[in-house]
């Protein structure tokens, strides 16, 4: 099971807890934060690699609120999974 737990936020920061998720999900929402230009710096750490918590950091340019980036890139990520799984259907009934 997933969890998520607000660390630290301020009008431009946003700092998260999600225990559950390794370097797959929080790689593709980095990237995916990254592509915006309102994005100042976007990180994740994985403080131990013994341990299922990963910690999100995301700091944006004041133009937008880092809650509304996040969403939006976990969004954009969902969207290329789904993109994804669509492509590789199609590739597998051709062979």
């Given at each position: 099971m997933m969890k998520v737990k607000v660390l630290d936020r301020t009008s431009n920061e946003l700092k998260i807890e999600v225990e559950g998720v390794g370097h797959t999900i929080c790689n593709l929402v980095q990237k995916k934060l990254l592509e915006n230009k309102n994005i100042d710096l976007a990180g994740y750490?994985?403080?131990?690699?013994?341990?299922?918590?990963?910690?999100?950091?995301?700091?944006?340019?004041?133009?937008?609120?880092?809650?509304?980036?996040?969403?939006?890139?976990?969004?954009?990520?969902?969207?290329?999974?789904?993109?994804?799984?669509?492509?590789?259907?199609?590739?597998?009934?051709?062979?």
């Open positions: 750490d994985i403080p131990h690699p013994l341990s299922s918590s990963t910690v999100i950091y995301v700091r944006t340019k004041g133009r937008v609120k880092p809650e509304e980036a996040l969403r939006e890139a976990v969004e954009k990520a969902r969207e290329a999974n789904k993109e994804f799984g669509k492509e590789l259907k199609e590739a597998l009934k051709k062979t």
